[in-house]
Structures are given as structure tokens and as C-alpha cells.
């Protein structure tokens, strides 16, 4: 699962580096925290340097390593362990249900943040487990016909977030789509659905592009998850700063619980 979420990273860029200063030589770039935190899971969180706008031509944020990390959860001290490449892991699991804090120094200040860990979702059904395709090539002169959409559903009786991915798992997928070029095998990141406060979400079948088995994430997310898809309008005339929960610092630090289904996708 945590590689599901290192793909989220790809897809929605969290930047510390987007900050604007005056007097820039003064200062102090702030730690950027990536902490995803899934039930039944061991833990990894990434700690960076902030790139301040205008301050640095280099684009790849530097990893802050050697920190004392710690978690907190029910009167209990997790000590995370520094690693490479600004990794600090333990191999403790969350829980879900149960609230974490994250503490660590970093030039002169405490950064905290804190989560709860959602329950594991409930009841997750789709309303098929295989579909059939007909392949075809673009520009072919033939317009594809495709089945109907892959009803995802599940119990949200408190309308909290919920995230949907899914996944091809083949190594070397057959295209859908003529011509296509497979990128990457298994390591193709998956695709997902918005954040949704409903009970349910569709698969349509165009999105799946590759015959083969598909792994079909369900996650229970919290709030500072779903900001993440939220517009904030950036540009090079309006710097807003990207969603965050770090006090003293940037970044997310948030928790999630998952449940996954298989779907097969086959030619006629």
C-alpha cells in the first residue's frame, strides 16, 4: 500500500518550495513532512528541506536526515529511525482508531502534527468483478464501444472522505488501445478517482487501458488527505501555499485505512 501512496506524490505534487521570502539571505528553510500512515502497515515518513522561491535554482528538494523523530500514541514514544534519503521508519504498525503525533527539531523550532487513524472501510462491493473489452486502435475509423461503468460502493453513514484507486498487476500488460506504448510494467502508477464524502464511485472502463487483473483500492481518508485535490489556483503570478497540517513546518501528515478487490478485464 504505501507504494499506492508514493504514487499520490507523483500525481499531486506536495512543494515546500513555493514560499516567497524577504529578505531571502535571513531565511531559514522549514522541514517538509510527507507522512502517510496506514492501518495494518509499518511506518515511513519522509522529511525534506524547503526550497524557498527565488532562493535556489535547484528544483529537487535536499533530504533531511540524522533527526530525532519520534510518534506519540496512547502515552507510548515511537522512535523512528533515520535511514537515507530522509527516510526515518520503524517497523511498528499503525492501528487504526487510534491518534498519532509526529515531534521533531529542526533549526530551532519543535514541528508537530497530529492524525487519527480512520476505521477500515465497511461493506466495499463492486458490481462486477471481471468486464470484457473490445480492443481497438485509435484513429481506426471505428468507433469503440466500451461495457458499462464498474459501480464501486460502500458504507459512509457519516459522509467522512473516501479515496478510489486501481491498478494493473500484470508485468507486461496487452494495450486496449492499438498503437499504445506500455510504460513502466508493474510500475505504471495507478489511477484514481477524487476524494468523494458519498458512498460510492465508477470505474469507467476507457480509464482501464490494459487487459489483466487490476487491484481496486478503497481508502478511508482524512480530511488534510483530500485538500491535497483541492484547486488552489498556483501560478507564477499567485504563490499560495499548498494545503498543510505541520506546525512549524510543511507538508501532510495524515492516516488511512484500506480495503482492495480484484477486477479482471479480458477481450471478448
Given at each position: 500500500m504505501k507504494n499506492i501512496i508514493y504514487s499520490i506524490l507523483i500525481i499531486v505534487t506536495f512543494c515546500g518550495s513555493c514560499t516567497?521570502?524577504?529578505?531571502?539571505?535571513?531565511?531559514?528553510?522549514?522541514?517538509?513532512v510527507e507522512g502517510y500512515l496506514a492501518a495494518g502497515d509499518t511506518i515511513d515518513i519522509l522529511i525534506k528541506k524547503e526550497i524557498p522561491f527565488g532562493q535556489d535554482s535547484t528544483t529537487t528538494a535536499e533530504?533531511?536526515?540524522?533527526?530525532?523523530?519520534?510518534?506519540?500514541?496512547?502515552?507510548k514514544t515511537i522512535a523512528l529511525t533515520s535511514v537515507d534519503s530522509g527516510h526515518y521508519v520503524s517497523s511498528t504498525r499503525i492501528i487504526a482508531e487510534k491518534t498519532y503525533k509526529l515531534k521533531f527539531d529542526y533549526n530551532g523550532?519543535?514541528?508537530?502534527a497530529t492524525t487519527t487513524i480512520p476505521p477500515k472501510p465497511k461493506d466495499f462491493k463492486m458490481s462486477a468483478s471481471e468486464v470484457t473489452i473490445t480492443p481497438f486502435t485509435p484513429g481506426g475509423g471505428v468507433r469503440p464501444t466500451f461495457p458499462d461503468p464498474v459501480k464501486l460502493t460502500w458504507t459512509n453513514s457519516d459522509q467522512t472522505f473516501y479515496l478510489t484507486a486501481f491498478k494493473n498487476l500484470e508485468t507486461s500488460p496487452e494495450s486496449i488501445f492499438g498503437g499504445i506504448i506500455n510504460f513502466g510494467g508493474r510500475n505504471r502508477p495507478p489511477l484514481f478517482n477524487r476524494p468523494t464524502q458519498t458512498n460510492g464511485a465508477e470505474i469507467e472502463p476507457p480509464r482501464l487501458q490494459y487487459y489483466g487483473n487490476f487491484d481496486v483500492y478503497l481508502m478511508h481518508v482524512q480530511?488534510?488527505?483530500?485538500?491535497?485535490?483541492?484547486?488552489?489556483?498556483?501560478?507564477?503570478?499567485n504563490l499560495t501555499p499548498p494545503p498543510t497540517?505541520?506546525?512549524?513546518?510543511?507538508?501532510?501528515f495524515t492516516g488511512f485505512a484500506a480495503d482492495t478487490l480484484r477486477l479482471y478485464v479480458k477481450k471478448p
Open positions: 516567497k521570502t524577504d529578505p531571502l539571505s535571513n531565511y531559514a528553510p522549514r522541514a517538509v533530504p533531511i536526515n540524522n533527526l530525532v523523530v519520534t510518534l506519540e500514541t496512547e502515552g523550532k519543535t514541528i508537530t480530511p488534510e488527505y483530500a485538500a491535497l485535490y483541492e484547486e488552489n489556483g498556483n501560478s507564477s503570478l497540517n505541520i506546525d512549524n513546518g510543511l507538508g501532510i
